[in-house]
């Protein structure tokens, strides 16, 4: 290959910036910037001053292949506070400190870094990671928030051990966690996150009714639909809380996980998180009967008796609930209808009688959709629109139910 055929091929590569600050998690972007480069990623890597304390510069150009500076002074006829923001497809900033958050959402622009946020006219991706302390404070949150409203995607730290003894909310999410997004938002093309600003509640995965302490009434529900609806709506630049159903999937990066069992355990996260919620889509599959008693020891055997037959009651209707007494004028309620039989006549009818604004209507069997990596489906409106999505991974539907959603949602 000549110089020519190379340097073409090196123009063509998606080109991301990767700013460094300075925590304790820098080293954790050595593996970020190992997948970006090893996806066929052209990656300038811009640290800051403070986080060579922790990976130093040699470490960075040997790993990314082009040199590496801290300051606007270097190469100063080549204009790289300007010039390296402006080339970029993507800017991610991992670790983001609660230090370079402040920064970018004041506009200040002193090292290299900062300038190219500022020059920067590509989405931007911040993954925090400090104490819990510092991220609960309401000056980080406030400048989270502008960064929000401004089109950045300010992933959600993880939940964890930090640096000493500590453990909180505040950790980096994992670097694959973290390359998931970035290559969702690179994918979609589009400057702004039409979800910026937006708060999301998705639930996902199966609930589980207990008959005595090692039983229990379930379903099927691997919660791959539900972390997919997460996922994409995280990389759209939403503040999306996740309440997940007995799943034992990964935590998917840059959101809140709540944690239930059960399908009253459920309607009280729903209904706690929906309270400011622009949009709430309920994935999980939730049992429509727990049983009526729980028996407080397993229950044994009887030789030569059959056992009792197990009595069951309702459990409270969730989507309904939420769709016809809205917790905010303007929220965009989204249900699913998992059927074996008559598919969209059942989806139409479940769609009116639930009030909900859309249904994600699929066909489900013991080899159909449940923990499989495909899904196909319509999405019903309550205005009569019906939009088929094709067989294929399950991240497309999940971008198909926010494509509809967004208009949805309108100026609220």
């Known amino acids: 290959m000549d110089q020519?055929?190379?340097?073409?091929?090196?123009?063509?590569?998606?080109?991301?910036?990767?700013?460094?600050?300075?925590?304790?998690?820098?080293?954790?972007?050595?593996?970020?910037?190992?997948?970006?480069?090893?996806?066929?990623?052209?990656?300038?890597?811009?640290?800051?001053?403070?986080?060579?304390h922790f990976v130093g510069?040699?470490?960075?150009?040997?790993?990314?292949?082009?040199?590496?500076?801290?300051?606007?002074?270097?190469?100063?006829?080549?204009?790289?506070?300007?010039?390296?923001?402006?080339?970029?497809?993507?800017?991610?900033?991992?670790?983001?400190?609660?230090?370079?958050?402040?920064?970018?959402?004041?506009?200040?622009?002193?090292?290299l870094l900062t300038n190219t946020l500022l020059t920067a006219r590509c989405p931007v991706v911040f993954a925090p990671a400090m104490h819990t302390e510092m991220w609960e404070h309401p000056a980080t949150r406030a400048n989270v928030?502008?960064?929000?409203?401004?089109?950045?995607?300010?992933?959600?730290?993880?939940?964890?051990?930090?640096?000493?003894?500590?453990?909180?909310?505040?950790?980096?999410?994992?670097?694959?966690?973290?390359?998931?997004?970035?290559?969702?938002?690179?994918?979609?093309?589009?400057?702004?996150?039409?979800?910026?600003?937006?708060?999301?509640?998705?639930?996902?995965?199966?609930?589980?009714?207990?008959?005595?302490?090692v039983r229990f009434l379930g379903n099927r529900s691997s919660g791959k639909q539900g972390y997919a609806l997460a996922r994409t709506a995280a990389a759209r630049g939403a503040r999306v809380t996740l309440i997940e159903a007995n799943t034992g999937l990964p935590d998917p990066a840059g959101v809140d996980i709540v944690r239930v069992g059960t399908a009253v355990q459920l309607r009280e996260a729903v209904l706690k998180a929906t309270a400011d919620a622009d949009a709430v889509v309920m994935a999980a599959a939730v049992a429509d009967f727990r049983p009526a008693d729980y028996a407080q020891g397993k229950i044994k055997k009887k030789d030569g008796q059959e056992p009792a037959p197990i009595a069951l009651v309702r459990n409270p209707d969730i989507l309904q609930e939420i769709g016809t007494e809205r917790a905010r004028p303007g929220q965009v309620i989204v249900g699913f209808a998992a059927e074996t039989d008559d598919v969209l006549a059942n989806g139409r009818a479940k769609l009116r009688r639930k009030g909900c604004d859309l249904l994600v209507v699929n066909e489900v069997g013991e080899r159909k959709t449940f923990g499989a990596e495909e899904n196909e489906a319509v999405i019903l409106a309550a205005d009569g629109g019906e939009t088929p999505v094709p067989y294929g991974p399950k991240d497309a539907l999940a971008d198909a139910v926010w494509d509809l959603v967004v208009p949805a949602l309108g100026s609220v």
């Open 57 to 111: 510069a040699a470490t960075w150009a040997a790993l990314s292949g082009h040199p590496v500076s801290t300051e606007v002074w270097s190469d100063v006829h080549e204009v790289p506070h300007v010039r390296i923001g402006q080339s970029a497809d993507l800017v991610v900033v991992a670790p983001a400190t609660a230090d370079m958050l402040a920064k970018a959402a004041h506009g200040q622009a002193d090292d």
């Open 145 to 213: 928030a502008t960064l929000r409203a401004r089109g950045a995607v300010v992933i959600e730290p993880a939940v964890g051990r930090l640096t000493g003894v500590d453990t909180g909310k505040g950790r980096l999410p994992d670097p694959d966690a973290i390359f998931e997004v970035c290559r969702r938002v690179l994918a979609r093309g589009v400057t702004a996150p039409d979800l910026a600003g937006r708060h999301v509640v998705v639930s996902a995965g199966g609930t589980r009714e207990p008959l005595d302490p």
């Open 4 to 52: 020519t055929q190379r340097s073409a091929r090196t123009d063509d590569r998606p080109k991301v910036v990767l700013g460094v600050s300075g925590g304790i998690a820098a080293y954790k972007a050595c593996e970020l910037l190992r997948r970006l480069t090893e996806s066929g990623h052209d990656v300038r890597v811009v640290p800051t001053a403070s986080s060579l």
